[in-house]
């Protein structure tokens, strides 16, 4: 395969380890866990490679039986809603925390 392949496969790579890693950030705040889940969205008109995707479904806990039924399109709608349920825990704790110190 070409440099270009690979150097395009790795650009999505990263950028995916991005927006995973800022959902994951405990330090990272709401909105930018929204913005990053925004952002995953706004790429589904036009999904990263299959490769990409599946190293970041690896990466958030999905298991390479599960990964390796899915299509370009159903990997990206996993990886969103995985990230979207890790966004809403996090969340939860938030408020947890909050309500606890406002008690």
């Given at each position: 395969?070409?440099?270009?392949?690979?150097?395009?496969?790795?650009?999505?790579?990263?950028?995916?380890?991005?927006?995973?890693?800022?959902?994951?950030?405990p330090?990272?705040?709401?909105?930018?866990?929204?913005?990053?889940?925004?952002?995953?969205?706004?790429?589904?008109?036009?999904?990263?490679?299959?490769?990409?995707?599946?190293?970041?479904?690896?990466?958030?806990?999905?298991?390479?039986?599960?990964?390796?039924?899915?299509?370009?399109?159903?990997?990206?709608?996993?990886l969103r809603?995985?990230?979207?349920?890790?966004?809403?825990?996090?969340?939860?704790?938030?408020?947890?925390?909050?309500?606890?110190?406002?008690?």
């Open positions: 395969r070409s440099r270009g392949w690979k150097r395009e496969r790795i650009t999505e790579a990263l950028m995916l380890w991005q927006l995973v890693r800022v959902t994951q950030m330090q990272s705040t709401t909105e930018q866990r929204e913005a990053a889940l925004d952002t995953l969205g706004l790429l589904g008109g036009s999904p990263p490679s299959l490769e990409a995707l599946q190293w970041a479904l690896e990466v958030v806990g999905m298991s390479e039986e599960e990964r390796g039924a899915l299509r370009k399109r159903e990997a990206m709608n996993a809603e995985l990230l979207a349920e890790q966004v809403l825990i996090v969340g939860a704790v938030e408020v947890r925390q909050e309500l606890a110190e406002w008690l």
